[in-house]
DNA sequence: CGAATAAATTGCAACATATGCAATATAGTT
DNA sequence: AACTATATTGCATATGTTGCAATTTATTCG
């Protein structure tokens, strides 16, 4: 484990928050402004960081490209995008779509709604005990992994329906399995709710998830729900689409 | 300059382009497998790296993440977009916004026209002797920044209409400032054709430009000229959003 | 399926680099 | 102009990075 590269790479991080001067950087990462400085300069001239005009850093263009550059890279993505798309559109709803890296569920795609936009962010991870992509993967993934994921939970509650102990989590990832789809009712945004499906892959694994996003008031979970027979036939579609052939979409 | 940051971020440029093996890595960075090793062992725990079931290392999600924050956090965007979002879709064509940073103009905001979807990319930047943003921003730019970025073109042929000469950039550029305007006639790509206008801030300067792109079959140039005058108005309202004052947008 | 080859990984001592200190330069405030 | 705060640089040295050798794991071949 690299000390250095680590105190650069936490470096991008704390100025990707907001600007940041040199003494700001030094006290966040406990050294010396001379050692900040070194570093902030290698990852300037780098293109991995920035001066504005009054002397804070903020995050290189280099990043954004490389961000670009591995977005483009996510094979999922290539795949389920004309889908997820398609789905946003017809729907008018967000629709996001995830998969488990490790023993994480993170956003790999997303296209926003007519009514809104979300503050979700592709490359960030989905909240193991309220997002409703992270349920419907983890309903579905190894009891290992599911497991590993639920005691690394922060279970933080955000809402009066937030889950907030790993038991009840289990419950919910049960209940999930049984019928097929996972729901978000408020528990993260108390005005937002969501419905997940599992998408299967050709070994009738499943490390992704599609999610239907809305407002509350604009669609409340009933009607959510409603949308699931079609919301299924897509979720069907794009698991085919990674080479799945199993007969009953949800039930095995 | 921290020979070990660079050593890290050098990987990281280099698995952005391919899925890449230990191997190709420490090749590329002609140092020892362990060292290799160990760089990306860190850049993976930190999420910057992350490993295919095949063993191959890509970009971690942590980029993409801090990509999308910068995204964000360029200003210029949060100030122009509404406006780039309509330029394109009033007119059809791809829309870019370009921002001189340094001494090099890099893309910070686009959005694809209705027929088709183009390979420039936010983060990445403008050619300095073909793309009509940076010829914009640099015929209007500091004489001493101007000099620095044509000094440091590299003049690469792409078609038979690229500028190849320092001396015949600087004559592009006068001729820019004389109409007003900039254009790209095939000069990168010879199916490509663009316009691109400055925008001016609160000291009358200009450090930013905004383009029209299309495929030639689709929109000539000439009917891009054509659409000057209401692009005109565009730009000059994104201007006074930056805080310019002046009387005659494009002559002083 | 075992042998051979190639790639990946780890422990550890050497040494090259990253580090903090002190001095200096620059910027901002009173 | 004086004072304070922030940023920057040269340099000696402490320490973290490095490559080597050994080991482990994965792949290929007969």
Redesign the interface.
Same mark, same amino acid.
């Given at each position: 484990? &690299?000390q250095?590269?680590?105190r650069?790479?936490d470096i991008?991080?704390f100025i &990707?928050? &907001?600007?940041r001067s040199l003494t700001e950087v030094a006290a966040h990462l406990d050294v010396h402004k001379s050692t900040a400085l070194?570093?902030l300069?290698?990852?300037s001239?780098?293109g991995?960081a920035?001066q504005l005009s009054n002397g804070a850093y903020?995050?290189?263009?280099?990043?954004?490209?490389?961000?670009?550059?591995?977005?483009d890279?996510i094979d999922a993505r290539t795949i389920a995008h004309p889908h997820v798309q398609r789905l946003s559109e017809e729907s008018g709803h967000t629709v996001h779509l995830a998969q488990l890296?490790?023993d994480e569920v993170?956003y790999?795609d997303k296209v926003d709604g007519a009514t809104m936009m979300m503050g979700s962010?592709?490359?960030?991870?989905a909240e193991t005990h309220s997002a409703s992509v992270a349920k419907v993967v983890l309903a579905f993934a190894d009891e290992a992994v599911r497991e590993k994921a639920i005691t690394a939970a922060t279970f933080q509650r955000y809402s009066s329906t937030t889950i907030v102990t790993a038991e009840a989590l289990r419950q919910e990832l049960s209940q999930v399995r049984s019928r097929g789809w996972a729901e978000d009712n408020g528990e993260k945004e108390d005005y937002i709710n969501c419905v997940a499906l599992p998408i299967y892959d050709a070994r009738g694994k499943v490390s992704m998830g599609v999610s239907l996003t809305a407002l509350k008031v604009v669609a409340p979970l009933e009607v959510l729900r409603a949308r699931i027979p079609e919301f299924r036939l897509s979720a069907l579609t794009i698991s085919r689409e990674f080479g799945w052939r199993g007969d009953e979409y949800g039930k095995h």
């Open positions: 484990m &690299s250095t590269v680590v650069a790479l991008l991080r &990707s928050t &907001s600007p070194r570093l300069q290698t990852l001239l780098q991995f920035r903020v995050t290189g263009f280099g990043i954004i490209a490389l961000g670009q550059l591995a977005i890279q890296t490790g993170v790999v962010r592709i490359g960030l991870r």
